[in-house]
């Protein structure tokens, strides 16, 4: 603790060194270097546990988007045999043989599903096959497999002579693959191993396309109804001002699930609002309001509305107001002088309030979970069905990876226009 | 309402004022009433979502309190509202202990590579939570920490750092340096005078740093829903299962509850905020 506490957090100034003689000199550059490595023993604690406890797990996140061992650890032998495979026709009996002895193993343990469910990935319909043939093997004496397994495979089912099931099996078996990125990117590799825009259905890039495009149509929401208020509040006597805050603070520091609540409460087929509008007769029938896009939209711009009002809010404040009398009074129409000279200097509070809006909500999850139904669904929400649902953790990872990037992109822009420390709290 | 308005504008001018008005009430009432609405809906007497014709009509027997004894007589409640309790109160403790430590190194000039350290403490806050999430899930699972309090305390601090570290350097940017000399150059040892004059002054940064963290942990759902058993349910956790599953007034009772925590939250901030610039403005005088 003495250490931590000496000399840290007060530095003296620089001293002129021209004044110094060669011995002060080198006892103030030995000072300095004192300073540094109080002030960076100070940070180290921080910088251990914040490595430990996200930057490693951020990387071992990236890594999975890669590293796939499932396969390869559930069948190793078969997939060792399957090295000396042409790729042409059915692979040769050792590997039909080790196959065989494999499901049997697998299907005592219980693995045999988790071995077809990735395989199924490569090869939808594999599931049943691996299956049913596990479950066949499984009652086949053990020399007697070793033996003839691979008769006994094909008799199973024919598709074990198929070439295509072989190749989905030595793709699902690769340790390190870029499969999952393919997939997440809609592409796939051919059989000669070339890349090419998926056949089967493409859903990737249209999620991330879905989840820019509604960013963008909540951070524009916020923007339009954020710039109106944030402009009154910063001309409205400083009283009228704070008592109004509230009214954007309160909001801020709810809990986002008493907000979400708040939503459903409202727009649900019996909540307050379709109550209201058949109670008014304005529509005769309730309307289909939540789980859709639409109530993911308004619920998102509604808790993230004060992230834009805030730094509009602290520019306009330090707004002179006499630029706007001045280019009014000289006869300018208050239109252009709104556009060409308030605009204007609003633009690092209106620039910092949409891109801290567009950053969260590329990312979020909670509010589209719970009133997003199926179409308002976003790509947060698919990495969280692959993680819990699907379990295919590599192509989560490989999602969260290509979200990462874009977010960081963002960050990047963020910094670069706004500054990432001049973010304020409170 | 009358206002007054310069010579020169014209009934345009004016009208563009109303409407100004207008639309900035329209926009607070948007951002106020969901909020509001949840806390009538919480004393419904029958299990719906929605206005009874009998709240409506004021009938005392349309409300009553039967959602609040509800929380307190279901188990699963009183251990949700536990633990978020429990790993709020460690992982605040954590981040604002280290955080602090950190903020008071990251101020000093002399600290290297410090645009570079402050962005990667300040990640956790832009990072979406799902991608957190994940990676933490794989990550804790190596060591034992998934579905365990330590290994959502450690996620929860970690989300909490960043906030700390803005409060902090921002109390502390404002810090007047003399005071500290003028501390060791009456003859105390540097730890008396960090102790001493330091720590109280940048004591209102500190503690608005560790509410945030606190609220921080206290509202987050995402890591808790990968991280953590069926033992370590938490408010939000339990709040969100319960909009997922079976939607019942329960979770606007609990709801209620929590915008009198933001208030009390709120205010706490405000009391702090005023007696920083009371602190300061003594030091600007003085």
């Known amino acids: 603790m003495s250490n931590t506490t000496t000399t840290g957090p007060m530095d003296t100034d620089d001293r002129d060194s021209d004044l110094l003689t060669k011995d002060e000199a080198r006892l103030a550059r030995r000072e300095l270097r004192r300073h540094k490595m109080t002030a960076f023993a100070l940070v180290v604690p921080l910088l251990l546990f914040i490595f430990f406890a996200f930057v490693a797990p951020i990387g071992t996140m990236l890594h999975r988007g890669f590293y796939n061992p499932v396969v390869a650890e559930l069948i190793p032998q078969t997939l060792e045999h399957l090295k000396a495979w042409d790729g042409m026709g059915t692979p040769d009996t050792t590997v039909l043989n080790s196959m065989a002895v494999d499901l049997k193993r697998l299907a005592a343990v219980r693995k045999s599903g988790k071995l077809a469910e990735e395989i199924n990935r490569n090869k939808p319909g594999a599931s049943s096959i691996v299956k049913s043939s596990a479950r066949k093997m499984r009652r086949v004496d053990d020399t007697e497999l070793a033996k003839n397994g691979g008769a006994l495979l094909l008799a199973a089912h024919k598709k074990w002579a198929d070439p295509a099931m072989w190749y989905a099996i030595q793709k699902a078996g690769q340790t390190y693959t870029d499969g999952h990125y393919l997939t997440a990117l809609d592409l796939e590799r051919t059989t000669a191993g070339e890349i090419q825009i998926r056949e089967a259905t493409q859903i990737y890039i249209q999620l991330y396309t879905k989840t820019l495009r509604m960013a963008l149509v909540i951070t524009l929401m916020c923007l339009v109804l954020g710039y109106p208020l944030a402009y009154y509040l910063a001309n409205a006597p400083s009283k009228t001002a704070n008592l109004l805050m509230i009214f954007v603070l309160l909001p801020f520091w709810t809990s986002l699930l008493v907000r979400t609540t708040a939503w459903i409460a409202l727009l649900q087929t019996n909540g307050v609002v379709n109550s209201f509008l058949t109670g008014l007769h304005i529509t005769s029938e309730p309307l289909d309001m939540l789980y859709t896009e639409f109530s993911t939209i308004i619920a998102m711009t509604h808790i993230l509305l004060p992230f834009m009002i805030l730094p509009l809010y602290s520019v306009m404040k330090g707004i002179d107001k006499s630029y706007m009398r001045a280019a009014m009074s000289m006869g300018a129409r208050p239109i252009p002088a709104f556009l060409q000279v308030y605009l204007p200097n609003t633009l690092p509070g209106l620039s910092a309030g949409a891109l801290l809006v567009f950053i969260i909500s590329v990312g979020y999850y909670i509010t589209p979970a719970l009133v997003g139904g199926t179409d308002g669904q976003m790509i947060s929400n698919i990495i969280a069905f692959h993680m819990q649902q699907s379990n295919n953790w590599g192509l989560a990872a490989a999602l969260g990876t290509l979200l990462l990037i874009l977010i960081l992109t963002l960050y990047w822009v963020y910094d670069r226009f706004v500054g990432a420390s001049n973010i304020k709290l409170g | ?286």
């Open chain 2, 1 to 286: 309402m009358t206002q007054s308005f310069p010579a020169y504008y014209t009934i345009w001018h004016k009208l563009g004022a109303y409407s100004l008005k207008f639309s900035a009430w329209a926009v607070l009432f948007f951002l106020i009433l969901p909020i509001l609405v949840i806390i009538p809906l919480s004393f419904n007497a029958e299990p719906f979502f929605t206005f009874t014709k009998g709240m409506l009509l004021f009938e005392p027997s349309a409300y009553s309190m039967r959602w609040y004894d509800a929380i307190i007589t279901n188990p699963n409640w009183v251990l949700a509202i536990k633990n978020s309790f429990i790993i709020g109160f460690f992982a605040t403790i954590l981040s604002t202990s280290l955080g602090t430590l950190a903020a008071v190194g990251l101020s000093s000039q002399r600290m290297p590579f410090k645009r570079l350290i402050m962005a990667l403490l300040l990640s956790p806050m832009i990072v979406p939570l799902i991608i957190i999430a994940a990676g933490m899930f794989f990550f804790y699972t190596k060591f034992g920490l998934a579905g365990t309090y330590t290994g959502l305390i450690i996620a929860h601090a970690a989300l909490g750092v960043p906030f700390v570290i803005i409060t902090v350097t921002a109390t502390l940017s404002g810090f007047d340096r003399s005071l500290y000399f003028a501390g060791l150059s009456m003859g105390a040892s540097p730890l008396k005078t960090f102790f001493d004059v330091v720590v109280p002054l940048i004591r209102p940064g500190v503690i608005s740093g560790a509410m945030f963290a606190f609220v921080t942990s206290f509202d987050e759902v995402v890591l808790v829903l990968f991280l953590a058993g069926p033992g370590q349910r938490t408010i939000p956790r339990q709040m969100f299962s319960g909009l997922r599953e079976q939607i019942n007034p329960t979770i606007l009772a609990v709801a209620t509850l929590l915008i009198l925590v933001s208030i009390a939250f709120l205010v706490t901030l405000e009391l702090l905020r005023r007696r920083s610039e009371r602190l300061r403005g003594l030091e600007d005088h003085g």
